[in-house]
């Protein structure tokens, strides 16, 4: 029995998977936008339906629950195939993940490996190294999850992952082209709506906004919809393959594409790793990690690709249920 990891959400009484849900009636919205990087143009007109969306991240207490119930390993967790590899030492090929580490001098900021650290022992439980723990964060989003992982959660709850579309509609709140999901100042009034990095990556977190890493998924205000933590905290997994660039709107109006899902596996491979073919998924919303001199993607437009064997430390997810349940 999943339970609930915040205030009891709006639902039929006979459905219990959407505890902790907002229900969104859909609608037309504008996705994308022509002002920031590449991928996340052009902007186009999409229609979505009604469906349910949590109102926060997953937290390690809901996806501890899912472990203790199923015994899922995750991928962190696995040692990785050689064939899925190749040319690869076998010293290399040990479980691990991700995790963010501050440098200490000057780097080139064209190099993530100069800050993300292949930890070994790193995984969900152990966010920072296997002798760190999440004993005192169970309200923290849960990190170190492959979008495996993620799909096994949903799957589990009787819900899905959202697509680019959903997850962008409920980002924004209601706020069609807005730049933010509360507005178009990033700080209004000085006030940090969002867990982000404040300084300059990687080396300096003023952490102005309180947090360095990651924070619990209600400490900042929601948006219009009732949803925390659609900007920044963590990268959320959506089911979208990746694809380098939005299609057009359509010639007619009658035409606007409803429920989209962007993307086909084949386009979504790294043309810049053609020996490693591993497909990418969408990411969405930012994270704690994203800041004004580097990777400015704390806004609902924004997108990211994301091998579906990778796992961070910046990465987490939420899940949809589609059509309103109940009779």
Same mark, same amino acid.
């Given at each position: 029995?999943?339970?609930?990891?915040?205030?009891?959400?709006?639902? +039929?009484?006979?459905?219990?998977? /959407?505890?902790?849900?907002?229900?969104?009636?859909?609608?037309?919205?504008?996705?994308?936008?022509?002002?920031?990087?590449?991928?996340?143009? %052009?902007?186009?007109?999409? &229609?979505?339906?009604?469906?349910?969306?949590?109102? /926060?991240?997953?937290?390690?207490?809901?996806? =501890?629950?899912?472990?203790?119930?199923?015994?899922?390993?995750?991928? &962190?967790?696995?040692?990785?195939?050689?064939?899925?590899?190749?040319?690869?030492?076998?010293?290399?090929?040990?479980?691990?993940?991700?995790? $963010? /580490?501050? %440098?200490?001098?000057?780097?080139?900021?064209?190099?993530?490996?100069?800050?993300?650290?292949?930890?070994?022992?790193?995984?969900?439980?152990?966010?920072?190294?296997?002798?760190?723990?999440?004993?005192?964060?169970?309200?923290?989003?849960?990190?170190?999850?492959?979008?495996?992982?993620?799909?096994?959660?949903? =799957?589990?709850?009787?819900?899905?992952? +959202?697509?680019?579309?959903?997850?962008?509609? &409920?980002?924004?709140?209601?706020?069609?082209?807005?730049?933010?999901?509360?507005?178009?100042? $990033?700080?209004?009034?000085?006030?940090?709506?969002?867990?982000?990095?404040?300084?300059?990556?990687?080396?300096?977190?003023?952490?102005?906004?309180?947090?360095?890493?990651?924070? %619990?998924?209600?400490?900042?205000?929601?948006?219009?919809?009732?949803?925390?933590?659609?900007?920044?905290?963590?990268?959320?997994? /959506?089911?979208?393959?990746?694809?380098?660039?939005?299609?057009?709107?359509?010639?007619?109006?009658?035409?606007?594409?409803?429920?989209?899902?962007?993307?086909?596996?084949?386009?979504?491979?790294?043309?810049?790793?053609?020996?490693?073919?591993? +497909?990418?998924?969408?990411?969405?919303?930012?994270?704690?990690?994203?800041?004004?001199?580097?990777?400015?993607?704390?806004?609902?437009?924004?997108?990211?690709?994301?091998?579906?064997?990778?796992?961070?430390?910046?990465?987490? $997810?939420?899940?949809?249920?589609?059509?309103?349940?109940?009779?």
């Amino acid at each position: 029995m999943l339970l609930p990891d915040n205030e009891r959400g709006d639902r +039929p009484a006979d459905d219990l998977r /959407t505890d902790g849900m907002m229900w969104l009636p859909g609608g037309t919205f504008r996705m994308g936008s022509d002002h920031h990087y590449p991928e996340e143009a %052009p902007s186009h007109r999409v &229609a979505v339906g009604g469906f349910w969306i949590d109102k /926060t991240p997953v937290t390690n207490r809901q996806f =501890k629950q899912f472990v203790k119930a199923t015994g899922h390993v995750t991928l &962190a967790e696995i040692p990785p195939d050689p064939k899925d590899y190749p040319g690869a030492l076998p010293h290399m090929l040990y479980a691990g993940s991700l995790v $963010f /580490t501050p %440098p200490h001098q000057p780097v080139d900021l064209r190099n993530w490996a100069e800050w993300w650290n292949f930890m070994k022992g790193a995984d969900w439980r152990h966010p920072y190294g296997p002798k760190t723990n999440i004993n005192v964060h169970d309200n923290h989003p849960v990190v170190h999850v492959s979008y495996s992982d993620a799909l096994a959660y949903a =799957k589990w709850a009787g819900k899905d992952l +959202p697509t680019e579309a959903e997850w962008e509609f &409920a980002a924004r709140g209601g706020l069609d082209g807005a730049e933010y999901a509360w507005g178009e100042e $990033f700080t209004p009034g000085g006030q940090h709506l969002a867990n982000t990095w404040q300084g300059e990556f990687p080396r300096l977190n003023l952490n102005q906004d309180g947090f360095e890493r990651t924070s %619990p998924v209600t400490a900042f205000p929601p948006n219009g919809y009732g949803l925390h933590d659609m900007i920044g905290n963590v990268w959320e997994w /959506t089911s979208d393959w990746y694809s380098p660039k939005h299609d057009a709107d359509a010639p007619k109006a009658c035409c606007i594409p409803e429920n989209p899902r962007g993307g086909r596996e084949e386009q979504s491979y790294d043309a810049c790793q053609p020996t490693i073919r591993i +497909p990418r998924k969408v990411l969405k919303g930012g994270s704690h990690l994203c800041a004004p001199n580097y990777c400015r993607r704390y806004r609902p437009a924004a997108r990211h690709a994301e091998p579906v064997d990778t796992s961070t430390s910046h990465v987490g $997810f939420r899940c949809v249920v589609r059509g309103r349940p109940g009779p």
